[in-house]
């Protein structure tokens, strides 16, 4: 840390930059966590998962489907049979676990080893010293999903002896980009709860019970109640087209479904929309759909990305908000 404390005017507002020792946090921040038992087991257990059902996939490829335009994207979507999931949905469903994990005592953690009137002695603003512990971890999260990333891809490179398409690579960049960005939202979530609760333990388990909300039970309530209620039961062709919009609605209001979206959109070139009336559509053509081109998929996944990094600085600034209004103590 830098000795010299930041300079306060006369009036008692601080001068320079409020970002003074975020550098500082990030790096220790990110060492503890990259060097930490913790982390490693879990990036363990993630990597041995998605390589498994990779190295699955990647013989059935072989098999069933030979010669194909989009083998790097079937590596990520065909599910094996001994794997119950692709790789593309285990990325899915361990992204938030590991997010979760990374930020679940990031600011509770110092509380209860009475460490923050220490840290804050150090020339360094709250503001810097909560962006840094979110910029550490969403680094460590985004080394963790990049090497996964190049893990799957050199698999795939090793099974079929090709190297990817840049229409191929491009699509999975998008991919690893909009899961670093469903990860953060879910940091921000469980960063929220370390500063909201004192209790890791607390912390934690508010963290994973909003994420096996959203990730099980979220299509269920909305379908069920949420819909129903605000458009009323789908009787006729307006109620049902209104109660079809309202479901949608509310359905992107979880991460998991723009996620979802944003991998069904890059991962299947031939998606052409979202929803049940993109679906009847397909199916009325009779035929099966034209592949979009590479900008035209990204064009349709755009607003799920947005969301997706809107939702992560909304969340952070709700958290940054109620960190300033807490009271420090020695």
């Given at each position: 840390?830098?000795?010299?404390?930041?300079a306060?005017?006369p009036?008692?507002?601080?001068?320079?930059?409020?970002?003074?020792?975020?550098?500082?946090?990030?790096?220790?921040?990110?060492?503890?966590?990259l060097?930490g038992?913790?982390?490693?087991v879990?990036?363990?257990?993630?990597f041995?998962?998605?390589?498994?059902?990779?190295w699955?996939?990647?013989?059935?490829?072989?098999?069933?489907?030979g010669e194909?335009p989009?083998?790097?994207?079937?590596?990520l979507?065909?599910?094996?049979?001994?794997?119950?999931?692709?790789?593309?949905?285990?990325?899915?469903?361990v992204?938030?676990?590991?997010?979760?994990v990374?930020?679940?005592?990031?600011?509770?953690?110092?509380?209860?080893q009475?460490?923050?009137?220490?840290?804050?002695?150090?020339?360094?603003?709250?503001d810097?010293?909560?962006?840094?512990?979110?910029?550490?971890?969403l680094?460590?999260?985004?080394?963790?999903l990049?090497?996964l990333?190049?893990?799957?891809?050199?698999?795939?490179?090793?099974?079929?002896?090709?190297?990817?398409?840049?229409?191929e690579?491009?699509?999975?960049?998008?991919?690893?980009?909009?899961a670093?960005?469903?990860?953060?939202?879910?940091?921000?979530?469980?960063?929220?709860?370390?500063?909201?609760?004192?209790?890791?333990?607390?912390?934690?388990?508010?963290s994973?019970?909003?994420w096996?909300?959203?990730?099980?039970f979220?299509?269920?309530?909305?379908?069920?109640?949420?819909?129903?209620?605000?458009?009323?039961?789908?009787?006729?062709?307006?109620?049902?087209?209104?109660?079809?919009?309202?479901?949608?609605?509310?359905?992107?209001?979880?991460?998991?479904?723009?996620?979802?979206?944003?991998a069904?959109?890059?991962?299947?070139?031939s998606?052409?929309?979202f929803?049940?009336?993109?679906?009847?559509?397909?199916?009325?053509?009779?035929?099966?759909?034209?592949?979009?081109?590479?900008?035209?998929?990204?064009?349709?996944?755009?607003?799920?990305?947005t969301?997706l990094?809107?939702?992560?600085?909304?969340?952070?600034?709700i958290?940054?908000?109620a960190?300033?209004?807490?009271?420090?103590?020695?």
């Amino acid at each position: 840390m830098p000795r010299s404390r930041p300079a306060e005017g006369p009036s008692g507002r601080r001068r320079g930059s409020p970002w003074t020792g975020m550098g500082a946090v990030i790096a220790k921040e990110a060492a503890d966590h990259l060097g930490g038992a913790r982390m490693v087991v879990v990036e363990l257990l993630m990597f041995l998962i998605a390589l498994a059902a990779a190295w699955f996939a990647a013989t059935v490829i072989r098999t069933n489907i030979g010669e194909s335009p989009y083998l790097f994207l079937h590596l990520l979507i065909v599910t094996p049979e001994s794997v119950p999931l692709p790789v593309a949905s285990i990325i899915g469903l361990v992204t938030p676990v590991i997010a979760i994990v990374l930020g679940f005592d990031a600011v509770n953690g110092e509380f209860n080893q009475r460490t923050f009137s220490r840290l804050l002695a150090q020339p360094i603003y709250r503001d810097a010293l909560l962006l840094g512990k979110f910029l550490a971890r969403l680094l460590v999260l985004t080394i963790a999903l990049v090497s996964l990333w190049l893990l799957v891809l050199g698999l795939g490179v090793l099974r079929f002896g090709l190297p990817p398409s840049f229409e191929e690579v491009a699509r999975m960049l998008g991919f690893l980009a909009a899961a670093i960005a469903y990860g953060g939202v879910w940091l921000a979530i469980a960063l929220l709860f370390s500063v909201l609760f004192r209790s890791p333990a607390t912390a934690a388990l508010g963290s994973f019970g909003l994420w096996l909300l959203f990730t099980f039970f979220w299509s269920l309530i909305v379908t069920r109640l949420v819909a129903r209620v605000i458009a009323g039961s789908p009787e006729d062709v307006s109620g049902f087209i209104s109660y079809v919009q309202t479901l949608h609605t509310f359905e992107r209001l979880s991460p998991n479904t723009l996620f979802s979206e944003v991998a069904a959109g890059l991962l299947v070139p031939s998606t052409h929309g979202f929803g049940l009336f993109a679906q009847l559509n397909e199916r009325l053509q009779g035929t099966l759909p034209t592949p979009l081109s590479t900008a035209q998929s990204f064009i349709l996944v755009w607003p799920q990305l947005t969301g997706l990094v809107a939702a992560t600085i909304v969340i952070f600034v709700i958290a940054y908000i109620a960190f300033q209004r807490q009271e420090i103590r020695a």
